[in-house]
């Protein structure tokens, strides 16, 4: 069975400084791994994926993700973080075996005070 | 204009009420989804419809009842619910299901209230 954790239910930062989001997962077979953004009372929006190729996906927003093959981690991060940027980020994980089911996170509220 | 619109954005419905969810894609997309959202609860998976097939049912409910009549439109049908089945429900859709790598297109969600 597939799982993605998400071990920090808050994140805060200062606007301006660098900001992470930890994400770990569990997949028996090549991982497809993806960060979402839920503002409030909002949908989900895709911010970026990692499939293939370099450990180090940019996205949407100025965001960009680290793979971690070994350490099976696929964390979330921004070099200066905005207010704007205070939601809820989830990340998913699919197996390629898995007859295309994505699995969750528990979510992580990022606070950007200014 | 998201491609994924959800109809209505919000309901206040009794328990003894029948009332249905509404999703259309605009994206031409093959597999469309229903998740449910609580407060302090994970994402969860209810229904997946791939080419207008249903492929999963994840041990929902009987009083939820999933349609989806062509790939464009998905529906959920609410009857005799319980207060516990107040969430946001958010349906979804992508371009296939099995084997694809691409990511999920989300509606802005249904904001349910049962009383």
């Known amino acids: 069975a597939q799982s993605v954790a998400q071990p920090e239910d808050q994140v805060n930062v200062a606007e301006g400084n660098p900001l992470t989001v930890k994400c770990t997962y569990s997949v028996s077979g090549n991982p497809y791994l993806f960060w979402y953004v839920q503002y409030p009372n909002r949908g989900l929006q895709f911010l970026l994926k990692y499939i293939t190729g370099d450990n180090l996906v940019k996205g949407s927003y100025g965001f960009e993700a680290e793979f971690n093959k070994s350490q099976t981690s696929f964390h979330l991060k921004k070099p200066s973080a905005l207010v704007s940027d205070s939601a809820l980020y989830f990340c998913a994980v699919r197996d390629n075996t898995n007859a295309g089911k994505s699995t969750f996170g528990d979510g992580t509220t990022l606070t950007v005070k200014p | 204009e998201t491609g994924v619109t959800q109809t209505p954005r919000h309901l206040v419905m009794g328990m003894t009420n029948k009332k249905s969810l509404k999703c259309e894609q605009h994206l031409g997309h093959n597999a469309m989804y229903w998740y449910k959202q609580s407060a302090k609860k994970p994402l969860e998976l209810m229904f997946v419809?791939?080419?207008?097939?249903?492929?999963e049912n994840n041990s929902v409910p009987s009083r939820f009842s999933p349609e989806c009549p062509n790939s464009s439109h998905l529906f959920l049908h609410l009857h005799t619910l319980q207060p516990e089945d107040s969430a946001l429900y958010l349906c979804?859709?992508?371009?296939?299901?099995?084997?694809?790598?691409?990511?999920?297109?989300f509606g802005e969600g249904s904001r349910l209230t049962v009383l």
């Open positions: 419809y791939s080419l207008e097939e249903r492929v």
């Open positions: 979804a859709s992508s371009q296939d299901q099995q084997g694809y790598t691409g990511e999920l297109f």
